[in-house]
C-alpha cells in the first residue's frame, strides 16, 4: 500500500516571508502560519486555540509568496510534512524540526485584481 503525506491548513500569517535565492537562483521562502480552531466549552463559553507551523515554499511558490504574502494573510497551505534534523552546536544534541513543504498557497483575502491563485509552473 502506497502512503499519503498531505497537509491541508487555512491560517494567519505570524509575519511577513523571509525570502532567501539559493545557488542558481533558487528562491525559498520561510513564514509562520497560525491556525486557530474554536469550540464552547461545556458551559456554553468561547474557548479557542492556537497552533502555529512553519511553513517552506520552493520556486514559483516563494515568488507568490514574496510578492503577496505579508502579516495577517489569510492564506490556505495544501502541502506535505517534512521532518529534518541537525546537531545543536551550543548543546551537541540533535534536534528535530518538522515543516510544511507547500506545493500550493492561495490567497484567502485577497481583493479582485490582486494574486493569482497559484503561481505559474
Avoid: C
Avoid at 511558490?61 to 505579508?70: C, N
Wanted: glycine share 8%; proline share 6%; net charge neutral.
Amino acid at each position: 500500500m502506497r502512503g499519503l503525506n498531505k497537509v491541508t491548513l487555512i491560517g494567519n500569517l505570524g509575519k511577513d516571508p523571509e525570502i532567501n535565492v539559493l545557488e542558481g537562483n533558487l528562491p525559498v521562502a520561510k513564514f509562520s502560519l497560525a491556525t486557530t480552531e474554536t469550540w464552547r466549552d461545556k458551559a456554553g463559553q468561547p474557548q479557542s486555540s492556537t497552533d502555529w507551523h512553519t511553513v517552506v515554499a520552493w520556486r514559483g511558490v516563494a515568488e507568490l509568496a514574496q510578492a503577496y504574502l505579508r502579516k495577517g494573510s489569510l492564506v490556505y497551505v495544501e502541502g506535505k510534512l517534512k521532518t529534518r534534523h541537525y546537531d545543536d552546536p551550543a548543546t551537541g544534541q540533535r534536534r528535530y524540526v518538522t515543516e510544511i513543504i507547500a506545493e500550493q498557497v492561495l490567497l484567502l483575502d485577497k481583493k479582485a485584481g490582486d494574486a493569482p491563485t497559484h503561481p505559474e509552473p
